[in-house]
């Protein structure tokens, strides 16, 4: 073990940060693969600002195959209704 | 007291604090090393990016330069975006790793500690699996699956052949990087030849004879280049077993096959410093836990990427993204002793079969009986019987996929 005060601060102050991981449900990551958040001209939309209710909503209407899609229909069946709307909930902040 | 993760964040950027802080290294500058570094740094650790090239020269879309469709220099990433966020960005290689002691020997003997460290060092070509094709040889018969140069090579080879001239393909086994790619390769070649030279062929020599979107492909080159492309599988003979360099010719068990072009793709194994590390098993790929990516064989390490064994998802750019963010979450947590989320992990990969024509394969993962499983009901091929309207689209968000991907590896 090493004994460093600078260290043991340090670790004490990453374990006090808020969590990346714990904010990101699963799968929620992923969706900016495509989604990015920085782009502004893109042909798939950033998510950022939008009402988590309506992304919810989206990522629904794709599992259940009433909205049109050519990707996102299959990526939405990997996740049930609750995760859905906690990807959501991520995604648009 | 609560403190804001950007006053945070800004504690830990003091010199003192950061030099105290736990240091993670990624050896590899692609798409999985950069964005991972990338996802680190957010998470507030020190980085470093071990990485030779100063500038990266990406394959997905590399097979439109080769078509003559794209221009090679939108192909090309450096790292001052990374160099601005904080991250240290080594421009060495890495000749070494102690697993034990926890470092990394750079080419110029100097060491680097590590707390964890992340290899992402995508592919090496197997130049003993091809009796024949060694590197000297892939510079007269390029393989251009490592973009760049050999990209380049096979570009200026199809545009400098004659009209009426053959061109032959190799295609490997399972598994190797991106498994569309060839196939899209074959579609584009296919194109250039039928628009710029139409009495040549493209003869194309599989190892195997299932593929990814395999109807896809064969019902556009049915629809788009009859009498042209000749896919021959291995169970017509399709696998190559070597090169004749002097002939121009590839080797099969029934018969040599010689070309005006030959492009050799041949088998792979991880990136070289796996090897070194000893992170690669006997198939010469990285086996990992499917959570956080640590390596199966050495704690402290882990792999992402083409070099991991990833179980149901494919070695493509987009998965070593996504594995990137869930790998740099894992460390985080690791780091601060609190428990590793079981990750979902995403991949979508397009293929173009001729300008503004489209198709994609997609996935949903989770880790199952220790592997990254397909979840099953999710992910799929686009349909066989859509229209033009979708091929069109899926075209656009191909292009807008390498245009998110490269901007949130290399920013």
Redesign the interface.
Known sequence: MRH?P??????L??????????E?P??A????????P??TD???PSLRGRDPAEVAGALRAFREGTRPA??MD??????TEA?SRAIAAWVVR | MRLTRRALAGLLATPALAQAMPAVVVIGGGFGGASCARALRRNGLAVTLVEPNATYTACPFSNAVIAGLRPMERQRFGYDALRAQGITVVHQAATGVDATARRVTLADGSVLAYDRLVLAPGIALRFDALPGYDEAAASVLPHAWQAGAQTELLRSQLEAMEDGGMVVMAIPANPYRCPPGPYERASLIAHYLKTRKPRSKLLVLDAKDVFSKQRLFQAAWAALYPGLLEYVPLSAGGRVTGVDLAAREVVTEFGNHAGAVVNVIPPQRAGEIAGIAGAADRSGWCPIDPGSFESRLLPGMHVIGDAAIAGAMPKSAFAANAQARVCADAIAALLRGTPVPEPRLLNTCYSLVAPGYGISVAGVYRPAEGVLADIPGAGGTSPLDAPASVREAEAVYAEDWFETISADAFG
């Open positions: 460093d600078g260290r043991l601060l340090a670790l102050l990453l374990a006090a940060m808020p969590a990346h991981a714990e990101a699963p799968g990551s992923g969706c900016l693969g495509c989604h990015s920085m782009r893109a042909a798939m050519t990707v299959r990526l939405a069946r990997g996740f995760e």
